[in-house]
């Protein structure tokens, strides 16, 4: 049985699992965003707001939000939240991250690797 997308991202925001990417720890860090403000933009993906996102995925986005059997992601401005269904996860990541690695290498340690084999210097 499927986890409602809604309770998953309740319990995920409450035990305080949010999992975000290497540039947005740098920014929260940086006091460029907050943990506060990336539950903000959270708030609005629960509530079918999914930023800039086309209307007809938008639309069949929030037609999955009751059965979160379906990846969904938001597009706010430079930053993504991205519903993994298979794994019940949340991530917050930048546009960059989110159109240039894979899902494993959005940790500093995995993506050391990735850039190693794909991104030489």
Known sequence: MKINFNDSVK???DAGKIRYSTDIKTK???GEITKEDINALIRK??????????????????NRLETGDKDIYGVYDDIILYYD???????????????????????ETERKGFNERYNPQ
């Open 45 to 62: 993906m629960v509530n079918k707001d999914f930023g800039s996102v086309e209307a007809e995925r938008a639309r069949r986005f929030g």
């Open 28 to 30: 929260i860090e940086a």
């Open 85 to 107: 269904a298979s794994r019940d996860q949340l991530t917050a990541v930048t546009e960059d991250e989110f159109s240039h690695y894979y899902v494993v290498d959005w940790t």
């Open 11 to 13: 319990s995920l925001v």
